[in-house]
């Protein structure tokens, strides 16, 4: 009997559970002490098949970041697992876990990572965030907290993320009084100390704060600003070689808002700051000292046809335009490309497929876009202002975006999803791409449609289908000429590059 004490304590942990239902954290222990125990899962499985994301049919693919796990081409399954466990005292305090695995085939024996043919062989298990928080309730009349560990930050979701949103540790104060709002927050961007001849002052440190007043669900505004300062830019094959600091500011409003089947989002954020360059920085760069001046926006309107028509059950049809200012002229001491601290567009809920799209999901090197990020700020460019990555990879000497969207989010029977994106997508500037082909390179960079099908078995259980397709335009014809001379490619046609998936997900 007592091999199968594991069993008893275990039914008797499931005799105890006062709630399950569909959603993350949904079972949940209460105990004497007054302490509730929640626990969840997500399990995410997908079998990919992507080409042509050089834009070239000719050629094998480049590796290209199909999860943040590791580099893949052409095709892969993915699977990885959540189990996210909070304690929670009511009104007192909170203390959050995330174990997760991460494993897949990721295309075995064409990784690029390692020198075997094994695929990606890390798998694990491993605690993905930390968190721990506590109520300050000798705040009377404010609902105050502070927060600290290691979990996913944000700052500007209702306006597309184009600052910020990532993993990281740091501490956070926030909580609201009546229908004011506001949420302070200090990240460890980057620990850099440990690196050789770097220096004490050499870590990337973020700052943000959000203030927000509750109109009603017609008008919720926001204003945010966020300070960046790296320390050390790194570079080298090590990342000990010291490039210069920065020290970047972000200073923006934002809104959205739902007015009967009518419903927006809008956002506007103003860049500046400074980049001081080392000898090194200048022997890179051209320059030592650079400005930096950049702009960017987003606004999109929906409308839920089904307010009008019942029986279309849910029709959101929805147009958008995001905005991020290029840099017009790479040899002068002004940075005009707009930079996020970790801009993370994909996550924006109105266009958001996952990791589906072309563009905007995972690196697509040619447009210029890293994991997570919509701006073409990655791979054009040569002087690092923020990005993803702790050190920064984005460059404040990119192209820019102009991106016009139209989305359809419908539920045409029960169980079923269908959700839809239409782009057009524009360079706002091209100096910064002519500067690495040497040719002219025009703006349009073409046009992107993706669709995704869901159905629901159980309520804990959805399977999905999607297919990205992107139709590369003028500019990345230019690029590929440009390569053919070079002796790149044998071929110069620009071919349409596709990424479908098939998966299915479990949450409870």
Known sequence: MRKYSWLVALLFVVGLVSTAS???LSVRIPTQSGIEARFGMVQLWTMNWAKNYDFNSDTADFAWVGDPEGLVRDNYISHMVYFPVDFVSKDQWRAHMLFSYKGSDFDQGKDVNYGTFNGVDYDRWRVERAYFEFKLNFLCGLNSWIGVGHDIWGLDGQGGFLVYLDDDPGIRWYGNYEKFNWDFKFVRKAEQTDEAD???????DVFLLKLGYDFGPAFKPNLFAAYDHNGAMVAGPHKTEDLGTWDIYYIGANAAGKIGAFMYNAEV????GSVDGTSAGEALW???DYDVKAW??????GIDLAAYAPALRKFVVSAGFLYASGDDDMDDDDLEGFTGVTSATRFFKPWAMGTLPVHGANSQPVIGSIIYSWLPAAYYGKVTTGGVTGYGCDHGDNPGLNAFVFALDWAPAPKW??????????WDETDAIEAKYDENIDDEIGYEFNGML????YKNVTTFAGLSVFVPGDGIDDINDAKEERGELK???ADTAYHGQIGVKFVF
Request: hydrophobic share 30%; glycine share 16%.
């Open 22 to 24: 569909a959603g993350v």
């Open 269 to 272: 954020v103003y860049q500046g």
């Open 491 to 493: 071929d110069d046609d």
């Open 417 to 426: 999803g269908f959700k839809f994106t239409a782009k057009y997508l524009q």
């Open 454 to 457: 869901t159905y629901k078995i």
């Open 286 to 288: 051209g320059e030592d």
């Open 296 to 301: 960017a926006g987003l606004i999109n309107v």
């Open 198 to 204: 770097l220096g004490t002052d050499s870590n990337r």
